[in-house]
């Protein structure tokens, strides 16, 4: 079987089986990785890049090749290759889960039930939930959702239709690394800094390719882009602010503004702030659906793009024979 019936086989089961079961319940894999990370950088903590850099090298790297090592031992095991990319897009999309995590604070604010949302809101993302009143948690789960499909989801599917399932874990596992130790701390400043830089370049095409659909999904298309356009450039995350510009747009509302983390407060331009009105609880709701239809969208365009090229391996393989 080619390489390009098995990513559009494996993958297409892998995100059913994110719809029916969510994430991995006991023994998650990238829970595994983070325990193994962290135990790595107990090891080698220093306050310098260099050591950061092995760090992310060592992590990585050793994730990427013992990924390529499994779908090395059954490349010619059809029905193994196909089950092997299912079970690494299952565990490294997270899709289900965003939702999940996402409608159950979108309820307890349509309750009126402030604190259960603020308790709540850490599953989801770093922010500091005590200060924040209902319309600032919504945004902040709105703007989480929307950077999260593309780390959690459409990312992984872009590396996995360009490498298969070393793309997929390797994703992740940058992915993670960034959220560990990538963040601007005092401890993590320097050694963390070859985490941040290749988590940005390895979210590059599944950030833009997120906010493109986010556009086609989304139900205002011009004003998806006018967003995109305008304001993501100005949002200090090269990938995030895409992202969050498109969704935005495309659902009409206002992100970005005062933000705090852990003490630490940020002031980020506003996204969409010439047409949008302040988040609602319900925007949640059309937040997930919205990152539903970009995953699924972004399956499509992953799988079409990797049988084309797939084809055109073929071809050239024909026209040397």
């Not at 709540?120 to 770093?126: A, S, T, W, Y």
């Not at 009409?252 to 705090?260: C, E």
Request: hydrophobic fraction near 45%; proline fraction near 4%; glycine fraction near 14%.
């Amino acid at each position: 079987m080619r390489v390009d019936r098995v990513f559009a086989y494996g993958a297409t089961a892998g995100l059913i089986a994110d719809a029916a079961l969510g994430d991995p319940r006991r023994g998650h894999p990238v829970a595994g990785f983070g325990r193994a990370a962290a135990r790595v950088e107990s090891l080698l903590w220093r306050d310098d890049r260099g050591r950061g850099a092995l760090h992310t090298l060592l992590c990585a790297g050793g994730a990427v090749g013992a990924a390529a090592l499994a779908a090395r031992a059954v490349r010619n095991r059809p029905a193994l290759a196909v089950a092997l990319t299912a079970a690494a897009t299952w565990s490294v999309v997270g899709g289900t889960s965003l939702g999940r995590e996402a409608r159950a604070i979108g309820g307890a604010l349509a309750a009126g039930d402030l604190d259960l949302a603020r308790e709540r809101l850490p599953h989801l993302c770093g922010r500091d939930p005590h200060s924040l009143d209902g319309s600032q948690i919504a945004r902040a789960v709105v703007e989480s959702v929307a950077e999260n499909t593309s780390d959690a989801v459409v990312g992984a599917l872009v590396w996995g239709a360009i490498g298969g399932v070393p793309g997929l874990v390797g994703f992740r596992a940058v992915n993670t690394l960034d959220a560990m130790v990538g963040h601007k701390s005092p401890r993590h400043r320097r050694y963390g800094w070859a985490s941040a830089r290749l988590d940005d370049l390895a979210g590059w095409p599944g950030a833009r390719l997120t906010a493109a659909l986010a556009v086609v999904a989304g139900g205002r298309p011009s004003e998806a882009v006018r967003a995109w356009k305008v304001d993501a450039g100005r949002h200090p995350s090269p990938n995030a602010g895409p992202v969050e510009a498109a969704f935005a747009g495309a659902l009409g509302v206002r992100l970005g503004g005062t933000l705090a983390y852990a003490g630490r407060v940020e002031h980020r331009p506003v996204l969409n702030g010439e047409s949008g009105r302040d988040v609602r609880s319900a925007d949640i709701e059309r937040a997930v659906r919205l990152s539903r239809r970009v995953s699924l969208l972004a399956l499509g365009v992953c799988v079409v793009g990797r049988t084309a090229v797939g084809h055109l391996v073929a071809g050239r393989k024909r026209g040397r024979e």
